[in-house]
């Protein structure tokens, strides 16, 4: 298990972006996948296409239309693109005015779970949005209009 904290990471009228630090890190998980793949001659351009996308939500909204299911049944882990593309980036889409952006990476897989690092990826964001949904239902967190409250100087056990 790690530690790790909702760091926000963007607002707009439409959206309140976040993503997750693990304990020690300096990153969050959205920067270092945008690190990972930013020099990548051969996935700049997936890369750049998943960047627009998170522009689009900027200015719309986390809309269900934008993103592919990806976690298990009632969870809230969506991917991005929705597009064919090999390249993943996996999210917690918490309502249309809040998404938690994680990790990714390419899938050369037929599912997620065949890859372990996009299985770890997408494991972590399931174990927060469990963690989250109970700190929710105790009224620890409360999510409103684009804001997580509550959870800002929250650790998690991932």
Do not use: W
């Not at 939500?57 to 809309?63: D, F, K, S, W, Y």
């Not at 299985?119 to 239902?137: C, H, M, P, S, T």
Request: glycine letters at 8%.
């Amino acid at each position: 298990m790690s530690e790790a904290r909702i760091t926000s990471i963007g607002q707009t009228n439409a959206v309140g972006l976040f993503s997750i630090t693990f304990e020690g890190d300096n990153l969050t998980e959205f920067r270092k996948f945008i690190e990972k793949f930013k020099d990548d001659a051969v996935r700049s351009k997936e890369l750049n296409a998943i960047l627009n996308e998170i522009g689009r939500i900027e200015q719309n909204g986390a809309l269900e239309r934008y993103f592919r299911y990806e976690g298990k049944m009632g969870d809230h882990v969506m991917a991005l693109p929705a597009l064919r593309s090999g390249l993943r980036l996996y999210c917690l889409r918490m309502s249309e005015s809040v998404l938690i952006v994680g990790n990714g990476g390419v899938k050369n897989t037929r599912t997620y779970e065949q890859d372990p690092e996009l299985n770890g990826y997408v494991i972590n964001l399931q174990k927060l949005d469990a963690l989250l949904r109970e700190d929710i239902r105790k009224g620890i967190v409360v999510i409103e209009a684009t804001e997580i409250y509550g959870a800002d100087d929250k650790t998690f056990d991932i």
